[in-house]
């Protein structure tokens, strides 16, 4: 059995991490609110991390257990089932709160990802 390979994974939330943060970077919360494209765009981004982490194995989140990994994953599903329930004042506690964190997370990730054991159940 071969390991699934979920570097880009790592590679396509480390983009997103950045693309949001390039976007709000100077943007104040005010700003966020009354900027559709920004809000959208944001938005977009999270749910590609949210997608992304479902391609990373227990194995590896296991090493970074300081990462709500639950709820990354959650929060793509309410993005795109319950997106009116979802306030402004919670996506943005996200890029402001936990974004720079799970950056670093993803960042140390993909670093060790060529050294990382397989899951057991990430066979090809």
Known sequence: MARRDYRHALDDMLAALDGIAQAT????????????????????????????????????????PEIPWHQVRAIGNILRHEYHGLSERILWNVVVDERPRLRIAVEVLRAQADDLPSDPDDTI
């Open 25 to 64: 970077a100077g943007q104040s919360f005010d700003a966020f609110c009354r900027n559709w494209l920004l809000k959208h765009g944001v938005e977009r981004g999270i749910e590609i991390i949210s997608e992304a982490s479902r391609a990373v194995p227990d194995t590896a989140k296991a090493l970074r």
